[in-house]
């Protein structure tokens, strides 16, 4: 929006409501942008969007929440990102509500795809191509940064989204969300200061991590630990100076925990006691 030279006023809402809902005042000309944060559905702005005749637009970004149901139902336009869900090079969709618009696609971006799959090789298959991994990969996000227009997906990712298997990704992604939620709250009582944003998923929802909300400067610290355990952890919220301090102090305090349905039970304890290794040092 920014390089589209689109101006942006920002209203208070964060994940799990930590910095309070101050509802935006479109104008009729206005679009404004709803994040489902973690895969938790924004039932504020849902319901704020239901109120009366709208006479703005809406964008429901499910980039963290795609496959949670109540997503991508109030919005005149919803958009995804299915590389954050599936172990493919690339994929977004994008809906919206007007049947009379076509968008002109681009052919893939070889040098980003080919950048992607190499760095994605290299990380299955290899334990000491970590530095090389993190080069393509920031190699490969450098080339979405450029101006561009919208481009078609890669074969490869077609392929590999053709076969996916929602319900049982979905299934997997809850169970290992409830280990987790129902392992760390324990850690509290060896003096860990480490909290969980929301406790629990709501009927439907399909969480991407779990969140957790530590002291800014034991997050960073824990994120390098679990990282020499191959464990890595995403930090979602990142904010430019904008942001409101209450919204500045909660991007400070918060990772994600990997939920992928590559892993299973054993996995998410293994994942458990190795952030309890790092409060009892």
């Not at 109120?51 to 795609?66: N, Y």
């Not at 076969?163 to 299934?171: L, R």
């Not at 002291?215 to 890595?232: K, Q, V």
């Amino acid at each position: 929006m920014q390089r589209a030279g689109v101006p942006l006023r920002f209203y208070e809402y964060g994940p799990g409501g930590m910095t309070g809902f101050e509802p935006p005042s479109p104008r009729a000309d206005y679009l404004v942008v709803a994040v489902h944060y973690f895969g938790r559905v924004n039932q504020r702005m849902n319901g704020f969007a239901a109120t009366g005749q709208r006479d703005w637009g809406l964008i429901e970004d499910c980039v963290q929440t795609t496959y949670s149901d109540g997503v991508g139902v109030s919005g005149d336009y919803a958009i995804t990102s299915l590389r954050k869900w599936w172990p493919t090079t690339d994929g977004a969709s994008l809906h919206f509500t007007d049947h009379g618009w076509a968008a002109t696609l681009d052919a893939p971006n070889e040098g980003f795809v080919s950048r992607r799959l190499l760095a994605k090789l290299l990380r299955e298959g290899y334990t000491d191509c970590e530095r090389r991994y993190l080069e393509l990969v920031g190699e490969s996000e450098a080339r979405l940064d450029q101006p561009g227009t919208a481009r078609a997906p890669s074969w490869i990712a077609c392929v590999l989204l053709e076969s996916v298997d929602v319900p049982t990704m979905a299934a997997r992604r809850r169970a290992n969300f409830n280990i987790l939620a129902s392992r760390l709250p324990a850690l509290r009582e060896t003096g860990s200061p480490l909290r969980l944003l929301h406790p629990e998923l709501g009927v439907g929802e399909v969480p991407l991590v779990l969140p957790i909300l530590l002291p800014a400067e034991l997050r960073d610290p824990l994120r390098r630990f679990l990282a020499t355990r191959r464990i890595f952890c995403p930090i979602h919220w990142q904010l430019e100076a904008h942001a409101s301090a209450a919204a500045q102090t909660l991007s400070a305090q918060m990772l994600g925990l990997p939920l992928d349905q590559r892993y299973g039970d054993a996995d998410m304890h293994r994942l458990a006691d190795a952030v309890g290794s790092f409060f009892k040092r």
